[in-house]
């Protein structure tokens, strides 16, 4: 601002006759400066320099900045009244320095030498006036722009929203706000979202018709969406209530947006892991489902898959999951189908059927990818990740979960974040990189603790123990994991306490107490069968050997490795049979058997070096 203060002040000067110059001479004074009343501040220069200008070329200026700082020459040959001498009131504008030719553009076009002039000469402009003139502004933009109008969206928007064209400020905010979604804008689209609120509110003064109560329900949905995504669970839920409100409030019949919404606050309380909250949406809303909303009746079943699933009730889940398949197909919807198929193949991951579980989830993975649903296919790389994790495939686990941690950190999906972080985070452990996944796991607890997801915290709470249990610091571990095993049975969510009553046993041993370790060894096996999860049953066995093998009984010790190396060779899980080789060839060691140490200790190592597991490796080479 000073230069342009100055320069613009020598300009006045200049104009007033102050400032003076002869041919060839200097310039100088024509009075003493103290009897000039100098202005005191831009503004003022710049209402005096408009105010030189004769009424046409004050017209012109008025024009072209209502369309803004640049404005191209179409738009001002269809809006400004006299277009008599048109090009050359713009050269005198480009002669005095008030205007410059844009060279940016590929349409002849123009801009304000300066932001602050555009800005002086719309506030001179009468309120009635400028109004008028925004109205004839987005009415060129709109003829000149039939082919593309998509193009000029969020401008039509503003024009007609400064306009008070209230009709259209509505239309093309909401089509504004729907562009910025799809490109994953967030905050912009909300922000034309809550505009378009207030232009609905003004539109409702008048009359309520169906239409518009349909629309803004509409925007309250979208916004909820939003809010959804970016994790603030409140404000979504305020949005996914009023827009429930409003169809609630013209219901003749139930309405695909009455049943969504009730889908929609389900999956908030579903995040938030209130999982008997949740299920009241949807039997609520499936109570009263028609036959002909069955594609939302196919989603209501997935979202409940997915709870049923958390809560480790496989046999309901993929009940419920094939039920929305089976809806999904009938009603021709690939990206239903995907998701089914999502499913599908994480409860056949937990139950330990890993080729079936990779298979659906890279059908899955095929559909979203032709699909370009972006929040599809991050979810599933992330399911696909945790699943070549189980089978210790660590290449394409660490491919899957940094390509899903990509898309959601573009999409800004503060939730996909969290998870996917906390899961590569695990992969960095089996490396050896205890350090960078602890920060992970720090940052991913701190994000689920914000949008309020109880589960998220629980897994990453005891994840972060984990590192400090191998880090050797198991009095440090113990409270985490103590607090995580409270979270995961509060919740009713029991599909992780196999794992974490399993890492708690190993910590209570470190400590030296064999005997409450074996309590917990023991009651991560009973879950684990409980729950059918046959590669956790096969760990809790390692666990228990491990204790048995720490209390000398070599007996036990054998049985229940042995147990262990049975079951994980039949499920092809390569990461915990390597780390059960390795206490197979601990237990050989204390029993003097040279040979099945050697035999065992090879096995291990050759599945260490294959997976890269850093920190395994070291321990069995120690041996």
Same mark, same amino acid.
């Given at each position: 601002?000073?230069?342009?203060?100055?320069?613009?002040? *020598?300009?006045?000067?200049?104009?007033?006759?102050?400032?003076?110059?002869?041919?060839?001479?200097?310039?100088? $004074?024509?009075?003493?400066? &103290?009897?000039?009343?100098?202005?005191?501040?831009?503004?003022?220069?710049?209402?005096?320099?408009?105010?030189? $200008?004769?009424?046409?070329?004050?017209?012109?200026?008025?024009?072209?900045?209502?369309?803004?700082?640049?404005?191209?020459?179409?738009? *001002?040959?269809?809006?400004?009244?006299?277009?008599?001498?048109?090009? %050359?009131?713009?050269?005198?504008?480009?002669?005095?320095?008030?205007?410059? &030719?844009? @060279?940016?553009?590929?349409?002849?076009?123009?801009?304000?030498?300066?932001?602050?002039?555009?800005?002086?000469?719309?506030?001179?402009?009468?309120?009635?006036?400028?109004?008028?003139?925004?109205?004839?502004?987005?009415?060129?933009?709109?003829?000149?722009?039939?082919?593309?109008?998509?193009?000029?969206?969020?401008?039509?928007?503003?024009? !007609?929203?400064?306009?008070?064209?209230?009709?259209?400020?509505?239309?093309?905010?909401? /089509?504004?706000?729907?562009?910025?979604?799809?490109?994953?804008?967030?905050?912009?689209?909300?922000?034309?979202?809550?505009?378009?609120?207030?232009?609905?509110?003004?539109?409702?003064?008048?009359?309520?018709?169906?239409?518009?109560?349909?629309?803004?329900?509409?925007?309250?949905?979208?916004?909820?969406?939003?809010?959804? $995504?970016?994790?603030?669970?409140?404000?979504?839920?305020?949005?996914?209530?009023?827009?429930?409100?409003?169809?609630?409030?013209?219901?003749?019949? *139930?309405?695909?947006?009455?049943?969504?919404?009730?889908?929609?606050?389900?999956?908030?309380?579903? /995040?938030?892991?209130?999982? %008997?909250?949740?299920?009241?949406?949807?039997?609520?809303?499936?109570?009263?489902?028609?036959?002909?909303?069955?594609?939302?009746?196919?989603?209501?079943?997935?979202?409940?898959?997915?709870?049923? !699933?958390? @809560?480790?009730?496989?046999?309901?889940?993929?009940?419920?999951?094939?039920?929305?398949?089976?809806?999904?197909?009938?009603?021709?919807?690939? =990206? +239903?189908?995907?998701? &089914?198929?999502?499913?599908?193949?994480?409860?056949?991951?937990?139950?330990?059927?890993?080729?079936?579980?990779?298979?659906?989830?890279?059908?899955?993975?095929?559909?979203?990818?032709?699909?370009?649903?972006?929040?599809? $296919?991050?979810?599933?790389?992330?399911?696909?990740?945790?699943?070549?994790? =189980?089978?210790?495939?660590?290449?394409?686990?660490?491919?899957?979960?940094? /390509?899903?941690?990509?898309?959601?950190?573009?999409?800004?999906?503060?939730?996909?974040?969290?998870?996917?972080?906390?899961?590569?985070?695990?992969?960095?452990?089996?490396?050896?990189?205890?350090?960078?996944?602890?920060?992970?796991?720090?940052?991913?607890? &701190?994000?689920?603790?914000?949008?309020?997801?109880?589960?998220?915290?629980?897994?990453?709470?005891?994840?972060?123990?984990?590192?400090?249990?191998?880090?050797?610091?198991?009095?440090?571990?113990?409270?985490?994991?103590?607090?995580?095993?409270?979270?995961?049975?509060?919740?009713?969510?029991?599909?992780?306490?196999?794992?974490?009553?399993?890492?708690?046993?190993?910590?209570?041993?470190?400590?030296?107490?064999?005997?409450? =370790?074996?309590?917990?060894?023991?009651?991560?096996?009973?879950?684990?069968?409980?729950?059918?999860?046959?590669?956790?049953?096969?760990?809790?066995?390692?666990?228990?050997?491990?204790?048995?093998?720490?209390?000398?009984? %070599?007996?036990?010790?054998?049985? @229940?490795?042995?147990?262990? @190396?049975?079951?994980?060779?039949?499920? +092809?899980?390569?990461?915990?049979?390597?780390?059960?080789?390795?206490?197979?060839?601990?237990?050989?060691?204390?029993?003097?058997?040279?040979?099945?140490? =050697?035999?065992?200790?090879?096995?291990?190592?050759?599945?260490?070096?294959?997976?890269?597991?850093? /920190?395994?490796?070291?321990?069995?080479?120690?041996?």
């Amino acid at each position: 601002g000073n230069p342009f203060f100055i320069e613009e002040l *020598v300009r006045a000067l200049v104009a007033g006759g102050v400032l003076v110059r002869a041919e060839g001479e200097a310039w100088h $004074l024509a009075r003493p400066l &103290a009897e000039v009343a100098l202005p005191t501040s831009i503004e003022g220069l710049l209402i005096a320099r408009l105010d030189r $200008l004769d009424e046409p070329r004050q017209e012109l200026v008025q024009v072209a900045s209502v369309i803004g700082r640049r404005f191209q020459l179409p738009i *001002v040959e269809g809006v400004y009244a006299s277009q008599l001498g048109l090009d %050359d009131s713009l050269q005198r504008l480009i002669a005095i320095e008030l205007i410059q &030719a844009d @060279q940016l553009e590929r349409t002849l076009a123009y801009v304000f030498r300066h932001a602050l002039l555009r800005d002086v000469a719309y506030e001179g402009i009468l309120y009635a006036r400028r109004r008028i003139l925004h109205g004839r502004v987005a009415r060129r933009i709109e003829e000149l722009s039939q082919e593309r109008i998509d193009d000029q969206l969020a401008i039509l928007a503003w024009h !007609y929203l400064q306009a008070e064209d209230w009709e259209h400020a509505l239309g093309y905010h909401m /089509r504004a706000g729907e562009q910025a979604q799809r490109r994953f804008a967030n905050r912009d689209a909300l922000a034309l979202y809550r505009v378009a609120l207030e232009i609905a509110a003004r539109l409702t003064a008048v009359a309520e018709p169906p239409e518009l109560i349909a629309q803004v329900a509409e925007i309250h949905e979208r916004s909820g969406d939003l809010y959804l $995504l970016l994790g603030e669970y409140d404000d979504a839920e305020g949005h996914f209530r009023e827009a429930l409100r409003l169809v609630e409030a013209e219901m003749a019949v *139930v309405s695909a947006i009455w049943l969504r919404m009730h889908r929609k606050l389900a999956s908030i309380d579903e /995040r938030r892991s209130r999982y %008997d909250a949740a299920f009241a949406w949807l039997r609520t809303g499936l109570a009263r489902a028609s036959a002909s909303l069955g594609d939302e009746t196919a989603r209501c079943y997935l979202l409940g898959t997915g709870i049923y !699933y958390r @809560q480790g009730i496989y046999v309901q889940a993929m009940e419920w999951a094939h039920m929305g398949l089976r809806m999904a197909k009938q009603f021709e919807s690939q =990206a +239903d189908q995907a998701h &089914a198929l999502k499913l599908i193949g994480n409860i056949h991951r937990d139950q330990g059927e890993l080729s079936q579980a990779i298979e659906s989830l890279d059908y899955a993975r095929e559909i979203y990818e032709e699909l370009n649903s972006v929040g599809g $296919l991050c979810d599933v790389l992330n399911d696909l990740g945790l699943t070549y994790l =189980a089978a210790g495939r660590w290449q394409e686990t660490v491919s899957s979960y940094e /390509r899903s941690l990509e898309i959601s950190e573009n999409i800004g999906d503060v939730l996909a974040v969290a998870r996917t972080s906390n899961n590569l985070a695990v992969v960095l452990v089996g490396r050896n990189q205890l350090d960078r996944a602890s920060d992970l796991y720090q940052l991913s607890s &701190a994000m689920f603790e914000r949008i309020g997801s109880v589960f998220g915290t629980a897994l990453t709470t005891y994840n972060r123990g984990e590192v400090l249990l191998l880090q050797g610091r198991p009095a440090e571990a113990m409270p985490l994991f103590t607090r995580s095993i409270a979270d995961f049975e509060r919740i009713k969510s029991p599909s992780f306490l196999p794992e974490v009553l399993r890492l708690t046993a190993e910590a209570t041993l470190a400590l030296g107490d064999p005997a409450v =370790a074996r309590d917990y060894a023991a009651r991560s096996l009973a879950v684990a069968d409980e729950l059918g999860m046959a590669a956790e049953a096969a760990v809790a066995r390692r666990a228990l050997g491990q204790i048995a093998l720490a209390e000398g009984d %070599d007996a036990a010790a054998r049985d @229940q490795l042995a147990q262990s @190396q049975t079951a994980l060779e039949q499920l +092809d899980n390569r990461y915990e049979l390597g780390k059960t080789f390795y206490q197979i060839a601990r237990l050989a060691r204390a029993c003097r058997d040279d040979h099945a140490l =050697a035999d065992a200790r090879a096995r291990a190592e050759q599945i260490f070096t294959e997976l890269d597991a850093a /920190r395994d490796l070291d321990l069995i080479r120690a041996l």
